[in-house]
């Protein structure tokens, strides 16, 4: 068995400040993590590793300090890692980040063939969940979103039978190999790292690919020339101009402070009050 | 030649990128809301939509329609007659036993086979697990722009182009995204980012139906099952009236019992912030904010919840906000309606005994 870990370093954006004049992010100092999320698809791909055998392929795109994360994967125990690196690929949006991700599957899959391909729900710096939707297409896999769990896998029969979270519950869908999860955040707990797994990734000899080794066979569909969406504007939250009016707590407890804000809330929305009246448990 | 030379040299776009409309894209007319249904119900989302997509269709001047694609024993001229009075003036139908329960396979096949016949220049889906499956997919398929999770649509008027507003970087900027040179321009909206569209009782559209072209045989995917979440007491928090939410100022998961108990009284749903999740006070499904659910109450208590910009983009479309919180800095300030700069622990009683007591007296002179 072979599975693909699709995984993204992004900057922890807990830690990210805007700037208030320019209104641009600041990231100095700003550490850069892997994409929280890809990491339950790390651990789902490595526990099935430890059940059926196999391999553990991760592969990145983007700038040359990546592969600290992709590092940061083969403490965890994966077998091959792989940066796609180009300034070719600059700017791309989910559209081309999809077709160059899925261009360097199909040169993975010239070396082995692939069975899965993971990748995380989303990430944290883009939100998008889309690029995981555009790989499967691309690579006409099976497309299995937002999966909280592996029910079955069948590697001779060739088919894979998973639960789905949808609106309102679960589906269960039953489809056949090769196909593309996306996993859904808190569904395992990943593994902790050990020291020889640490020294042996630090060590660890990861493939850098341009876009010619990635396979990328049509340059206009890569980076910015092969982005759809331009972003036209980017601006921080206007600020609300009226601050909250507080209640005065000079002197007063905290039963003088509920007595007041329930007062004042009513006094200026009547029909609130009707509705919560209406639905008060008492 | 420098970057800048080259820019200056192609108007059209940076890296040569053509940023123009190509002549045969310029026929794609009218807004599309994908219509979501699941079990004999349209997801609210969907008509939120409608009423987003009237405005763009009225600033463009075309028309709006939904598209419905479901089981031939589905509901879905019932639908469509509803949608007709949420603003649609057409609908485009598909029905086929293989689009009873959704599956991306055959539901990207439909999708896309619609938009290639009848070329609407902008298509809108709802940030759900179906909408964002589906519209990953058919834009690909379709190799054009896709916006995620946009909480604001406008038309351009220089380029008529649909300018979508999303967050990112979890929140704390918003861009404005464009999709030029590529139609549809497709979008994806959160429920609850925009408001319910009033209904017209009076209004009715045109049914315009298609067809799949597939056999159950031609696709892979098979729904084995779907297990409902026991609906008895399912988290419904994008559609509770009143929400009472905690944050890391409660300090210790016990007191987060004070959250519920304004809740009980209140008959309100129960939020909380990020952290508060993480640290497994509360389930993961009450997370409000960017990486959790969007809310649209009428009435929004927050307690001992700072106001990071990641929570506040899930909660500032509530009608009256409330907070309490010990910091009079605390950003939560800056845009809550009413405020008690006090002590979550001692305040949050407070205010379920003076509601209750209120409510008791406002019955009692009633009765
Ligand atoms: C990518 C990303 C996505 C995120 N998504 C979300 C999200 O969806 N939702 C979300 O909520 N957060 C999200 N966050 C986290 C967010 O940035 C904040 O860290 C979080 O909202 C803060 O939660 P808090 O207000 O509960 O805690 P804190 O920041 O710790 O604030 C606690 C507040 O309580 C006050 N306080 C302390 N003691 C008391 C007391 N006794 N009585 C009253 N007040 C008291 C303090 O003054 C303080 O203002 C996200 C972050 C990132 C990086």
């Known amino acids: 068995m072979h599975i693909v870990v699709c995984i993204k370093q992004v900057p922890d954006s807990a830690q990210i400040r805007v700037h208030p004049v320019t209104n641009t992010i600041m990231r100095q100092g700003v550490p850069a993590i892997v994409n929280p999320y890809d990491l339950f698809a790390l651990e789902e791909a490595l526990r099935l590793k430890d059940k059926f055998g196999g391999r553990v392929t991760v592969l990145c795109m983007g700038p040359p300090q990546a592969e600290e994360a992709l590092r940061k994967c083969v403490s965890f125990g994966v077998d091959d890692a792989i940066l ?20 360097a599957i199909r040169t993975i899959e010239a070396e082995q063939a692939v069975d899965i391909v993971f990748t995380g729900k989303q ?41 789905r979270r949808a609106e309102g519950g679960v589906q269960v869908l039953k489809t056949r190999l090769p196909c593309l999860i996306t996993m859904l955040e808190n569904t395992n707990e990943l593994r902790f790292a050990t020291m020889p797994d640490m020294i042996r990734a630090a060590r660890f000899g990861v493939r850098k690919w341009n876009k010619d080794d990635a396979g990328i066979e049509d340059v206009s569909r890569i980076g910015l020339k092969g982005s759809p969406t331009v972003v036209s504007k980017v601006f921080g939250p206007t600020p ?9 707590t000079e002197r007063a407890t905290p039963r003088d402070m509920a007595l007041n804000l329930v007062q004042m809330l009513f006094t200026k929305h009547p029909l609130l009050e009707a509705e919560l009246l209406e639905k008060a448990r008492l | 030649m420098t970057e800048q030379e080259a820019s200056k040299k192609k108007p059209a776009g940076r890296a040569g990128r053509n940023l123009e409309l190509p002549e045969h894209l310029k026929s794609y007319k009218g807004v599309w809301v994908f219509i979501e249904h699941d079990r004999g119900a349209v997801h609210q989302i969907s008509w939120e ?117 999303r967050p990112t970087f979890g929140g704390s900027l918003l861009c404005t995204i464009m999709t030029l040179a590529y139609r549809p321009q497709m979008a994806t909206v959160r429920p609850r980012v925009m408001p319910m569209p009033a209904r017209n009782e009076h209004r009715s559209g045109t049914i315009i139906e298609g067809t799949l072209g597939m056999i159950e045989a031609d696709i892979v995917t098979k729904l084995l099952d779907f297990i409902p979440d026991a609906s008895s007491n399912k988290v419904n928090l994008a559609y509770a009236d009143v929400i009472v939410s905690g944050g890391k100022g409660l300090k210790k998961p016990e007191n987060f019992q004070l959250v519920w108990d304004l809740a009980q009284v209140l008959g309100a749903e129960v939020g909380a912030t990020r952290p508060v999740v993480q640290a497994g006070w ?86």
């Open chain 2, 49 to 165: 939509l409608l009423g987003e997509g009237r405005k763009l269709a009225d600033s463009l001047g075309v028309a709006l329609s939904g598209v419905l694609l479901g089981g031939p024993n589905e509901d879905l001229d019932d639908f469509a007659a509803e949608a007709f009075r949420y603003g649609a003036d057409s609908c485009y139908v598909m029905r086929d036993p293989i689009l009873k329960g959704y599956r991306n396979e055959p539901f990207t096949k439909g999708l896309t086979d619609l938009v290639n016949q009848h070329q609407p220049e902008i298509v809108l889906l709802g940030a759900t697990t179906m909408g964002r499956d589906l519209a990953g997919s058919v834009a690909t398929t379709l190799g054009t722009g896709l916006t995620a999770d946009c909480t604001e649509l406008r038309i351009d008027p220089a380029s008529r182009a649909l300018a979508a507003t």
């Open chain 2, 282 to 367: 509360v389930d993961a499904e009450r997370q409000v904010g960017q990486t959790g659910k969007t809310v649209r109450p009428k009435l929004y208590i927050a307690a001992g919840i700072s106001g990071a910009i990641q929570h506040r983009v899930g909660m500032e479309g509530a009608d009256c906000i409330v907070a309490i919180n010990t910091d009079p800095n605390a950003p939560i300030f800056d845009f809550a309606h009413y405020g008690i700069v006090g002590n979550a622990l001692q305040v949050l009683p407070a205010l379920t005994d003076a509601f209750r007591n209120h409510f008791a007296m406002k019955r009692q002179k009633a009765a």
């Open chain 1, 84 to 103: 796609v690196t180009d300034r070719a690929f600059a700017g791309a949006d989910t559209l081309a980040t999809s077709y160059a991700l899925a261009a």
């Open chain 1, 240 to 248: 609300r101009a009226e601050k909250a009016e507080l209640v005065p």
């Open chain 1, 123 to 163: 990430t944290i710096d883009g939100d998008t969940a889309q690029v995981g939707p555009g790989i499967a297409k691309r690579l006409n896999a099976q497309l299995l979103t937002y999966v909280s769990s592996i029910v079955e896998l069948d590697l001779i029969g060739r088919w894979i039978t998973i639960e």
